[in-house]
């Protein structure tokens, strides 16, 4: 058990629609990142939260948003969503925004769009 | 763009044998390595690190070395043990000592460890 959170764990929607994804970091973490994993592209950064502010951005569609609130726990939004959108999203925590941290994963949400 | 590859999707070994899974790079600004264990159904584990700086880390049965000059590393696992049996994600960082925290993440090698 990484102590990070993930829910819900499973979640099947339809195209078009709107999801959340919701991630509690290891306790003292303030360091939030989240990750996407799809068939076809392995692992793939999405975006890191510090501290309630954003600090990187990766391949994140315009669709997608993500915050941090001030109990650091975090929350990405999934809008009209499309069948490539089905994938595995993760979140992972650390302790500072330095990559040297060790990043500790949660369980993931896995997302079905149909 | 792949810029951190790991061109073997699968490995199998004989349990106690040695394991190696390999990883390539293409980015020359990456200066630390991690690689991960997932299992089925769990988010990945981290399992062991190395700084640029250095060209060898050893924890326990697994060990990461490192080759800059042609942008590989790779995994060592002695003796392997069919509970090592998991994907295996190498990842690479070009932000330390900064305050960016990305991660670039290979495709996985499957590592089936048989008795």
């Known amino acids: 058990d990484s102590g990070v959170t993930q829910t819900p764990k499973h979640l099947i929607t339809a195209t078009g629609q709107r999801v959340t994804l919701r991630c509690s970091p290891r306790?003292?973490?303030?360091?939030v990142y989240w990750y996407q994993q799809s068939l076809d592209q392995g692992l793939q950064f999405l975006i890191q939260?510090?501290?309630?502010?954003?600090?990187a951005k990766g391949n994140i569609l315009e669709r997608f948003s993500a915050q941090q609130f001030p109990d650091l726990h975090s929350e990405l939004n999934l809008s009209s969503l499309e069948l490539g959108d089905s994938a595995l999203y993760f979140c992972?925590?650390?302790?500072?925004?330095?990559?040297?941290?060790?990043?500790?994963f949660g369980p993931g949400t896995r997302l079905t769009v149909l | 763009d792949q810029q951190v590859k790991q061109n073997s999707p699968s490995l199998s070994v004989q349990e106690g044998r040695i394991s190696i899974l390999n990883c390539d790079y293409t980015?020359?600004?990456?200066?630390?390595f991690l690689w991960y264990k997932k299992y089925p159904a769990e988010g990945p584990t981290f399992l062991i690190s190395?700084?640029?700086?250095?060209d060898k880390n050893e924890d326990g049965r697994f060990t990461v070395f490192l080759n800059k000059s042609a942008k590989h590393l790779s995994l060592h696992i002695v003796p392997s043990q069919p509970g090592d049996s998991a994907v295996y994600f190498c990842?690479?960082?070009?932000?330390?000592?900064?305050?960016?925290?990305?991660?670039?993440f290979g495709r996985g090698t499957q590592l089936t460890v048989w008795p």
């Open positions: 992972a925590s650390s302790p500072s925004p330095q990559t040297a941290d060790t990043q500790y």
């Open positions: 980015n020359s600004m990456f200066d630390y």
């Open positions: 990842a690479a960082s070009a932000d330390r000592g900064s305050t960016l925290g990305r991660l670039y």
């Open positions: 190395i700084s640029s700086i250095k």
């Open positions: 939260y510090y501290n309630g502010e954003e600090r």
């Open positions: 306790s003292g973490d303030l360091s």
